[in-house]
């Protein structure tokens, strides 16, 4: 913890105001897909169905995994996202950011009043526009993959560690980047 913010989260700003544009890459591969198995701890790259490679051993937030993520639980939320940031050098060796909060999430927080209508304006514009949402609302933020950088590896062998993000080792997220781009759609399910 660095001034009462968690380092990872340090990181993740840092990551999303120096990361790749979402129109700057072209899509490597139009049918390639993550699909995230929080259950099995497992990170798998699929074309179509099949799975071309998988990651085992992966780490998740702390607090487990939601369908009803909210800021600072710790959660890593469950659903359907897309890559829309790539950062190649941050403190976790690589960060993959994603679409969150998504735009389901973010109706139903309008509809229970825990976000209000221009910030979800804000998440729907971006949302169409395929560029990052509002990560400063209650339904939290800077969610993505990442390498674990300098961290023990020990650690994220034995326990969840992350504020919500997907973490691989640096050899597995190095490998994973040959993979994705921009638009890469990105599944995590129990």
Known sequence: VSGGMPVCLLWCLVA?????AAGDRLTAHNDTWILIDVGEKSLSVMQG???RRTYGNISI???GSSSEKRRGDGKTPLGEFH???ITA????????????PDLKRAERARRTGNINQTQYAAIRRAIKTKQVPPQDTALGGYIGIHGI???NVA???DFNWTFGCIALTNTQIDDLSNWVSIGTKVI???
């Open 49 to 51: 169905d099949v799975a």
């Open 83 to 85: 890559i829309v940031r």
């Open 16 to 20: 999303l105001s120096t990361s790749t």
């Open 188 to 190: 995590i399910r129990r």
């Open 155 to 157: 650690i994220h062998e």
């Open 89 to 100: 050098d941050t403190p976790f060796h690589r960060f993959f950011g994603l679409d969150y």
């Open 61 to 63: 937030g702390r607090g």
């Open 149 to 151: 950088g300098e961290g």
